[in-house]
């Protein structure tokens, strides 16, 4: 073998540079204040808007308008008003259960996540809802108030591990959230959780990782399950979907020896 053979075939076996990774989903973007006024329950709505882009991303829509954004977030504001007694403030927990029952997603609480666990929900294609004290995020174009708490959520939606950036739909700011990057530390040194009792971002880092809802039938049958903490749950009447603003086009087959295999849960009658 010649030398040049044996360097071409080195060359060819040597190891490749992995690129620099980067993942971006494809999240719709909503302002927290769709009617362009920071007033009443707007000025607070981030979690509505984060719950909202999450839920348009896992029905697969590529855009949402203004008059969408403004009916589903008062919705949201309906709910809350109803189960909490208030809109403002959710914290990580009580924006779990909106989700949980009320939206065609799934959300599990995730505390101290470190920038890997996030990147693999990312590079999974499930965009991770994130907590935050908004003044550590440096971000002149959202108007947090002086003598407020400064709680903040938005959505993680990418990153970029060249620039060390999270690439996020943030949605205080208003005109330039969709896809607005802040670096990596930015993000993970301002995670936090509400605390209603003194009215700060002073719990734990936290983010609420995110799943589809996962609603199965087999296929040529009529019978609808929730499938959620290893349990099938019947759904009894087609208006559990509306209570639940659920989607009809979430529903997938499933294998029927599959679906006899997980245990039953309590069923959802309402």
Same mark, same amino acid.
């Given at each position: 073998?010649?030398?040049?053979?044996?360097?071409?075939?080195?060359?060819?076996?040597?190891?490749?540079?992995?690129?620099?990774?980067?993942?971006?989903?494809?999240?719709?973007?909503?302002?927290?204040?769709?009617?362009?006024?920071?007033?009443?329950?707007?000025?607070?709505?981030?979690?509505?808007?984060?719950?909202?882009?999450?839920?348009?991303?896992?029905?697969?829509?590529?855009?949402?308008?203004?008059?969408?954004?403004?009916?589903?977030?008062?919705?949201?504001?309906?709910?809350?008003?109803?189960?909490?007694?208030?809109?403002?403030?959710?914290?990580?927990?009580?924006?779990?259960?909106?989700?949980?029952?009320? %939206?065609?997603?799934?959300?599990? #609480? !995730?505390?101290?996540?470190?920038?890997?666990?996030?990147?693999? *929900?990312? /590079?999974?294609?499930?965009?991770?809802?994130?907590?935050?004290?908004?003044?550590?995020?440096?971000?002149?174009?959202?108007?947090?108030?002086?003598?407020?708490?400064?709680?903040?959520?938005?959505?993680?939606?990418?990153?970029?591990?060249?620039?060390?950036?999270?690439?996020?739909?943030?949605?205080?700011?208003?005109?330039?959230?969709?896809?607005?990057?802040?670096?990596?530390?930015?993000?993970?040194?301002?995670?936090?959780?509400?605390?209603?009792?003194?009215?700060?971002?002073?719990?734990?880092?936290?983010?609420?990782? %995110?799943?589809?809802?996962?609603? #199965? !039938?087999?296929?040529?049958?009529?019978?609808?399950?929730?499938? *959620?903490? /290893?349990?099938?749950?019947?759904?009894?009447?087609?208006?559990?979907?509306?209570?639940?603003?659920?989607?009809?086009?979430?529903?997938?087959?499933?294998?029927?020896?599959?679906?006899?295999?997980?245990?039953?849960?309590?069923?959802?009658?309402?």
């Amino acid at each position: 073998m010649t030398k040049a053979l044996l360097s071409f075939l080195l060359l060819l076996l040597a190891p490749i540079a992995p690129a620099e990774a980067m993942t971006n989903l494809p999240v719709p973007f909503t302002s927290e204040v769709p009617g362009g006024k920071w007033v009443g329950p707007w000025k607070n709505a981030c979690e509505e808007a984060s719950v909202l882009m999450a839920e348009q991303y896992y029905l697969g829509k590529k855009e949402i308008s203004k008059t969408l954004a403004k009916s589903a977030m008062e919705s949201l504001f309906n709910w809350q008003n109803k189960n909490f007694g208030r809109n403002a403030d959710s914290n990580a927990e009580e924006t779990a259960k909106i989700i949980n029952e009320y %939206t065609s997603f799934s959300a599990t #609480v !995730k505390t101290n996540p470190t920038l890997e666990e996030i990147k693999s *929900e990312l /590079d999974n294609g499930y965009p991770v809802i994130s907590l935050h004290y908004g003044f550590g995020l440096n971000n002149p174009a959202i108007p947090f108030l002086a003598n407020g708490s400064s709680y903040h959520m938005m959505v993680l939606v990418g990153y970029d591990n060249k620039k060390k950036e999270f690439i996020t739909n943030d949605p205080g700011n208003e005109k330039k959230g969709l896809d607005f990057r802040y670096k990596y530390d930015t993000i993970l040194n301002t995670l936090g959780d509400f605390n209603h009792e003194t009215k700060k971002v002073d719990g734990l880092p936290t983010v609420l990782f %995110t799943k589809p809802k996962n609603l #199965v !039938k087999v296929a040529g049958g009529k019978r609808i399950y929730l499938i *959620e903490n /290893d349990e099938k749950r019947y759904i009894s009447h087609p208006n559990v979907f509306k209570n639940h603003r659920w989607s009809w086009s979430l529903v997938k087959p499933m294998a029927k020896g599959d679906l006899e295999k997980i245990p039953n849960g309590t069923s959802i009658n309402k």
